[in-house]
């Protein structure tokens, strides 16, 4: 994996709070991940949240701390590349891995993956939090590519979590600083909506507070494996607001201390 970024892709994520990186992950690492993937669709670990759609076509396979019980999935984010992708996003600094995440929809998967911002979800605070997802298969509008409000980045608006399809996973308590978002699906035309399509070993590169959304995979033969690591910067610590995503607690932690943990390891020291 190249770690150098070009000065363009970097001014690119800053101003629009996200970018696209081509052909990162090479051939070989991605048939490792795609064996990792079966392995947790086989015997998903303890934060599962897939469901079944309500059309009862298809299905959709989440999981998150993935990195943590599988030694692919840890050597890939502790050892790869990104650490370092991450640190030039973040204009230098140190780089701890927040977690990983699977997004997996089969053929006929139509739901969409609604509208949100990650960050509200996180118990993290700070601008310097990015998550890489890569492409394991080919990805393009038909079958889930994502998309994006470009410069929502910007906005400082934190949006409501809610739980996405019937899952597994908590529901999310009501934040009173939060907002609902708009309904930015029924009024596209009033937003800078932008996507890209991805072979394999590409990637979506974006801000935690980057609005964004996904399609659902109306294929009938191409999967859509998608793998997410995400990392925190300099400035990020740790805020354990109301509604934050339960398997994102540290108790080893106190608001307003680093992410250095055992389940946010730092990776690359100031």
Request: charged residues 25%.
């Amino acid at each position: 994996m190249s770690t150098a970024v070009a000065p363009k892709t970097v001014k690119a994520y800053a101003r629009d709070g996200v970018t696209v990186m081509r052909d990162i992950v090479d051939a070989a690492t991605l048939d490792e991940l795609r064996e990792a993937v079966e392995r947790d669709i086989a015997d998903p670990g303890p934060f599962f949240h897939g469901y079944k759609p309500e059309d009862g076509q298809g299905q959709f396979h989440g999981n998150l701390r993935i990195w943590q019980h599988d030694s692919v999935f840890g050597d890939f984010c502790l050892n790869s590349g990104l650490p370092e992708l991450a640190r030039q996003f973040f204009g230098g600094g140190r780089v701890n891995l927040l977690y990983d995440q699977l997004f997996v929809k089969e053929p006929g998967t139509v739901n969409r993956t609604r509208w949100h911002n990650d960050q509200p979800y996180w118990p993290v605070s700070g601008s310097h939090v990015i998550s890489f997802w890569i492409a394991l298969d080919d990805v393009e509008q038909d079958s889930g590519a994502l998309e994006f409000v470009r410069g929502s980045n910007h906005w400082d608006r934190w949006f409501q979590p809610r739980q996405f399809g019937e899952t597994q996973s908590r529901q999310y308590d009501d934040n009173p600083d939060y907002e609902e978002i708009p309904d930015i699906q029924a009024a596209r035309d009033d937003y800078d909506i932008v996507s890209w399509d991805l072979k394999a070993g590409d990637c979506y590169v974006f801000n935690g507070m980057t609005v964004h959304g996904a399609g659902g995979n109306r294929s009938a033969n191409k999967r859509r494996r998608g793998y997410t690591v995400r990392y925190t910067g300099k400035d990020a610590r740790y805020d354990l607001r109301v509604g934050t995503s339960q398997p994102l607690h540290n108790v080893a932690l106190s608001d307003g201390d680093l992410l250095d943990s055992e389940i946010y390891p730092l990776i690359i020291s100031d």
